[in-house]
């Protein structure tokens, strides 16, 4: 965090160090949540066979698509509660809290009538037949129950990481994530099949809405669901900064999820697995990221409440450098290692996974290191256009992948993802976000960008030298070089991407942390 926030007030101090512990509590809920996906995905797999696991990805991708209809208002009950808790309006907090949750539970009625129509219509679209029919229509209707029960579960957890909880919503997220994986992985050593995993899904989700409700009332016990606090004026007000997040929602689940429905509708169902594959080594890389850009983002517009201007757009640059060199780790030790580690994961029967993974990787990368302009245009209610240009970015994802699929397979979807991306986030969304906030570009690419890519370039160069030593035929030699790996861009992002404060604050904390664990030995 810049200096100029620093303040020798113990309640500045406390302030300051919230975000950290969120993105420490949001790292361990992602670890946990990484190692479950990464551990159950070979088992559903080679347990639930291509065609069905296809089925699953297929249906749950689908299903997800009803999520849109929250129509982006998480998106502003993040913002506002962050704005009235920065304020000290509690009168403003409730009284969102319980508009906002009224229209959860709307939609969430919503959503159960459209999955009774959809367990009639998905399966002759996607010409599913035979027994795999029966299967599918009740596979469609358990996960969409669960989606409806998951809109008033997710708007708590807002709540709470909004008030920078990020702890207890990370705590729901494990317990209900250790809960399902194990039940899965017992109904499946049972020999039973999707139907039963679809089961323990739905009941996952309903375990999420239980503890949500109770964590909010546990740690806000000032805060009041009643629907006498609701009003109209605040519906309002939610849904009118909402509609430009929800078109950038619609956008993002264009560019981010509907390669799945590409591929069963244009290709094949079983070729959704190959793909899902690099897929889901996207999905986690992109957790990754938004675990630690979530509590920024809180801070954000916090201080945007607070009418810091200057502190606002020093806080901004400082989370872009750190979400751009964490991005650029990530997305280099894949690409060095992703045909190892998708071989060790999964097996040898995916080669074509890796080649989706390079295309992938390039567009996610250079996204996701600018996520805080995201959360910077939100803050600044300054989100109108991003709206339009991620709902256009979607689309013409949309449009590329059909026409690519049909032409290029595989890798045509993952070309029809990968270019839109790349034209948003290099020729458009960076000079809106520098010009609503007013920095200039020459000092967001000095202070943001050119540490972090100058570490990325060596780093690559690096590996590439050494390529010859790349293996890797079992899991220790690859922990052993992505641990080289992580050594070495560690060194030159300390070097050439962080700033004086940050390598202070850096060695601060592994000073402290070598006393803990050798002075408790002492």
Known sequence: ??????????????????????????????????????????????GLGDLYYGMWVLAATLLDSYGLLDFGVRNALFRF????????????????????????????????????VSVAFL??????????????RWLVAMLGT??????????LGTYLCACRRFDLFNFTVILSGLLRA????????????????????????????????????????????????????????????SVYAFLGNIGDHLRFFVDNIVIGRVLAIALITPFNIAGRLMVLMRQLLLSLASPLSGVMSELQGKG?????????????RLTSILSFYVGLILLVNGRHIITLWVGHGYPESYLLLVVLIVGYCITLAQHPSVDLLMAKHSHQPR?????????????????LARRYGLIGIALGTTIPMLVVQIFVQPWYTLRASGISPRRYLREAMLGPFIAAAIFLAVCWLFRSTQTVVSFPRLFLSVAWQSVVFGALAYLFAMKGEERGRLLAGMQKLTSIVFGSRA
């Open 1 to 46: 965090m810049p200096d100029s926030l620093a303040s020798a007030n113990p309640a500045r101090a406390q302030e300051q160090a919230s975000p950290l512990r969120s993105v420490l509590s949001n790292w361990v809920g992602l670890f946990v949540s990484a190692s479950i996906s990464l551990i159950l995905t070979p088992i559903l797999i080679h």
């Open 81 to 116: 509660v962050a704005v009235y808790k920065g304020a000290n309006q509690r009168r403003e907090l409730n009284a969102t809290l319980a508009s906002g949750f009224i229209i959860a539970l709307t939609t969430a009625a919503i959503v159960f009538l459209l999955t009774v």
């Open 123 to 136: 399966p002759g679209f996607f010409n599913v037949e035979g027994s795999s029919r029966h299967i599918f």
């Open 146 to 155: 669960g989606v409806a029960f998951a809109f008033p579960a997710q708007f």
């Open 182 to 241: 194990g039940l899965i992985i017992l109904v499946l050593r049972l020999h039973y099949g999707v139907i039963a995993v679809g089961a323990i899904t739905f009941g996952a989700t309903v375990l999420s809405f239980l503890l949500n409700l109770y964590l909010v009332h546990r740690s806000d016990p000032e805060v009041s669901l009643r629907p006498s606090l609701a009003e109209r004026a605040r519906v309002k007000e939610l849904l009118s900064f």
């Open 308 to 320: 810091n201007e200057e502190d606002l757009r020093s806080y901004f640059l400082h989370a872009t």
């Open 387 to 403: 709206g339009w240009w991620t709902l256009a970015e979607g689309l013409a994802n949309l449009i590329l992948s059909v026409i």
